[in-house]
């Protein structure tokens, strides 16, 4: 059996692979920016050729893929994502900006980047979830409708939504997909609750972030 370990770089996608006896192949191709696996795909054809089996028998005969990208930090560090608009609760636009409050280190002058958003396609939806997952205040569909048509005007490539509370009864968010899909078919969303389920709006409206198409 083999372990198969992918690294999907800016520039270079790295694999190594590793076998029962502990012996280890490794390989490198350039990061095919259309389709990730393209890169894989030619590295793994590399190994297997030196290892003396096909591609097929090579992935059939492993037990395990690990995978893992830099691909969306670095277009963070670069500032080249795609035109992302975020939909967030009513009362919540600065999310992003604030973050969760405090510094890592008080007593230094230390400062933030800007929001991944800016401002200007920061949408606040009329809705709200409690904490225990009852809605508090039920969806205003005309909130989001009215967001959509202005992500239309401002060309806006993909959508990220993150409400409050989406973890505890992601209702709104499914709903918001919905009509995304009605109103803006195939720009691409992601919604909070699928992509982070984690407690705390800052940690889960930052990961849902969308690379240039």
């Not at 992918?6 to 390989?27: A, C």
């Not at 894989?40 to 050729?49: M, V, Y």
């Not at 230390?110 to 606040?124: A, I, K």
Request: overall charge neutral.
């Amino acid at each position: 059996m083999y372990r198969v370990s992918v690294d999907t770089g800016g520039t270079f996608t790295d694999l190594v692979v590793r076998d029962d006896r502990n012996n280890v192949y490794m390989s490198k191709a350039l990061t095919t920016r259309e389709r990730a696996y393209l890169a894989i795909e030619q590295g793994l054809e590399d190994i297997a050729k030196t290892i003396g089996i096909g591609v097929d028998e090579l992935v059939r005969r492993s037990s395990q893929i690990n995978y893992g990208t830099t691909r969306s930090t670095n277009l963070v560090v670069t500032e080249q994502t795609a035109k992302t608009a975020l939909l967030t609760t009513e009362g919540f636009p600065d999310v992003l900006l604030l973050r969760e409050g405090g510094k890592p280190d008080p007593f230094r002058r230390l400062h933030y980047r800007g929001p991944y958003v800016p401002r200007y396609l920061t949408f606040e939806i009329g809705e709200r979830i409690a904490s225990d997952g009852s809605v508090y205040t039920p969806l205003d569909e005309r909130t989001v409708v009215d967001a959509l048509h202005r992500c239309r005007e401002a060309e806006v490539e993909a959508i990220a939504v993150s409400l409050i509370w989406s973890i505890g009864n992601p209702v709104h968010e499914l709903r918001v997909g919905e009509l995304i899909e009605q109103h803006l078919p195939g720009v691409p969303y992601t919604l909070s609750h699928r992509v982070n389920p984690s407690i705390r709006e800052y940690r889960r409206a930052r990961r849902p972030r969308s690379t240039p198409r």
